[in-house]
């Protein structure tokens, strides 16, 4: 970062807690000084800034508010980055900012945002956050007594405050409106430029308080290409199991952003280091094993094609990518049942149901995806049938294309044939009629499709497919 003056660091006496303290109980009363950092001593632009999120700023300013951009903005704007989202903070409290703007809604329980929206793009405003005494903490805040979790959190506070109730030093830098200087608590500066990952507080402490920030320091040091820092790193391990504890549809979130945002590989690949993939997919880590082989790089195929397409600005959806986290125990468990004598497509129908069921209670995926998901995996050993009617239904179906994606990956890591893989995309490139006639069937009638008797019966289990495509 050319002409970035490095930031220096601040430090309290951190002290390791019990579960159910408070991070107030180790911070001190006074507060250091930020370091400023002017204008001509730092890279960061108006013109490099939302005009939505400058009008915001600026209304806030003259309002008679303090107002600074925050968080990852600011990080990614010194990184040379064009952040995704701008998020502003501020004295004013939520009634405030709705006050001052009519396109503006409060939202949040545990703590209370207003939301401004300009089209399409929304700025988020928060109040900052307080430290609070211990008579305000046992009023506005919950803690688990039992792990340590931060349950319920609506103290508002001081700039000095709010610094300290964020994650990651890099994420706790504030761009001042008022003379366009950053304020730098933390040593933020200094961790962007050393590429390090650095937790603001006590390691345990703090990923006890929520252990979700376990997950964001795998996506952080993933998206960013910073290491974690030695603390983090040694403590992450003994702490991963508190995972099992985050409700499922927060955990679902995490997964989109771990996985849908353009570093779903590298993502996967701190999760495994730190012991924290197994708390999100436990049985795919079980199918897994220790080692790196064929069923790893099944994965990572996966997971490098899903950022191709990020990149690429190509639809994704999680639908897919859950799908194959969960294939190689599907086809184990659906194997195992096939050896006690059900059927093949049973055996399959079943496990994939099963599977399914049992993730969607660790991660809570919506059903528009999970069922689709669930059917992809069904569609498998649909892809054996080479001919007749049968087989081209399938391929007219509108979860083929999906199917067909999973089938390409499973070839490529050895588990399905290969040629069985080629003459499916063959049959793709011909016209109507070729490939009528590879299916062995014979010319279409006026209509295309044979009718249905009156009491005819449609088809069910992986039979039963609808909705739209899913990209892979």
Known sequence: MPGLRAGCYYRYAW?????????????????????????????????????????????????????????????????GRHPKDFDVATDAHPEDVRALFGNSRLIGRRFRLAHVRFGSEIIEVATFRGLGTEEVASEHREVSAETGRLIRDNVYGSIEEDVWRRDFTANA????????????????????????????????????????????????????????????????????SLIDGVPP??????????????????????????????????????WLGPGTDARGRFLEAALASTDARVA?????????????????????????????????????????????????????????????????????????????????????????????????????AGNADAGLAQWWTTLQGLSPEEQRRELGLGRAGPAGRRRRGRGGRRGHGADSVEGDRQPA
Do not use: C
Not at 42 to 64: E, F, M, T
């Open 249 to 286: 549809a927060r955990l679902f979130d995490e997964f989109m952003k771990l996985f849908q945002s353009g570093h779903a590989l590298q993502s996967y690949r701190q999760l495994r280091q730190y012991g924290l993939f197994e708390h999100l997919f436990p049985t795919t880590a079980a």
């Open 312 to 412: 690429a600005d190509r639809p994704v959806t999680p639908m897919f990518l859950l799908g194959v986290f969960l294939w190689g125990p599907v086809a184990d468990r659906a194997a195992a049942q096939a050896a006690q004598g059900m059927s093949d497509f049973q055996a399959l129908a079943v496990a994939a149901a099963d599977l399914t069921r049992e993730q969607t209670e660790r991660i809570a995926v919506p059903r528009r995806f999970s069922i689709p998901m669930r059917e992809m995996l069904q569609l498998q050993i649909r892809f054996d049938k080479t001919r007749g009617a049968r087989a081209l239904a399938f391929l007219e179906s509108k979860r083929f294309r999906a199917a067909y994606d999973l089938l390409l990956l499973r070839a490529a």
């Open 15 to 79: 002290q390791s807690h019990k579960p159910g303290f408070l991070l107030t109980d180790s911070i001190q009363a006074d507060h250091p000084a930020p370091q400023i950092i002017p204008r001509s001593e730092h890279n960061i632009s108006r013109a490099d800034i939302s005009r939505h999120a400058l009008k915001v700023l600026y209304r806030l300013k003259d309002a008679g508010y303090q107002a600074f951009l925050v968080g990852g903005s600011v990080r990614d704007l010194l990184l």
């Open 173 to 240: 830098l504030y761009y001042n409106i008022a003379d366009f200087s950053i304020w730098d608590f933390t040593g933020g500066v200094a961790d962007i430029q050393a590429r390090r990952l650095r937790i603001i507080g006590d390691p345990e402490t703090r990923f006890r308080e929520d252990p979700v920030r376990m997950l964001r320091a795998a996506r952080f040091a993933a998206k960013l290409g910073f290491e974690l820092d030695p603390a983090s790193a040694r403590i992450i391990p003994q702490l991963a």
